[in-house]
């Protein structure tokens, strides 16, 4: 099942949820600031009979950040870390600076791509139980695209490759969706996602 979206097809490689992620992101912050402006304004009264008026202000106003940046998703990622942990510890597995995690199942002998290289892909899309989000193969169709317009983690991969080369890459939530997943998809917030990669062609 295609669960993100280009021009032309849908896949889970493209970063088409970055601006709203942002947007869920910032909202907060404007929220919690008209909310302690109304916050102070009503309890100036109050504050003033008291002792120590800035300190019980204070308190109150971290007791209550406290209550509502508490955030509950209703999601368990002790999985993806247990796998992510396992899989780190392979010999034949290599760990980027940036927490990607790849291993060579096909070495290539052409150019590499930079990011604002256009490629053409083949590529299988999992979640940590195997279950196949989207397949290039399946559809018997290969994707082109611009590197730069990938999820970091898939951008990162395929600078990685040599034309005709087959990776494996696992990247975390971090490099990928967060906490933020596109809707109507099976990927879960705090997902770790598994690429099998074939690099076709630079176009």
């Known amino acids: 099942m295609s669960v993100f979206h280009s021009m032309n097809h849908a896949s889970p490689i493209f970063d088409h949820n970055q601006q709203l992620s942002v947007i869920i992101r910032i909202l907060p912050r404007y929220f919690y600031s008209g909310f302690w402006a109304g916050c102070v304004d009503s309890l100036t009264p109050l504050a003033k009979k008291m002792k120590y008026p800035i300190l019980a202000v204070s308190l109150l106003m971290i007791f209550l950040t406290g209550c509502l940046q508490r955030e509950d998703f209703g999601f368990d990622n002790t999985a993806d870390i247990e796998f992510m942990e396992q899989y780190a510890e392979r010999d034949d597995v290599t760990v980027t600076q940036s927490g990607l995690m790849y291993r060579v199942l096909r070495e290539g002998d052409g150019d590499t791509p930079e990011m604002d290289s256009s490629v053409r892909t083949h590529y299988e899309a999992t ?3 195997g279950n196949v989000i989207d397949s290039s193969y399946e559809r018997d169709e290969p994707l ?16 990685l490759m040599q034309e005709g080369a087959e990776y494996e890459l696992v990247i975390p939530s ?4 967060g906490d933020f997943p596109p809707p109507n998809s099976s990927i879960y917030p705090g997902a770790t996602l598994i690429f099998r990669v074939e690099l076709l062609e630079i176009l």
């Open 127 to 129: 979640l940590i139980d």
């Open 144 to 159: 082109e695209f611009v590197v730069n317009q990938v999820i970091a983690g898939f951008a990162e991969g395929v600078m």
């Open 174 to 177: 971090e490099l990928a969706y």
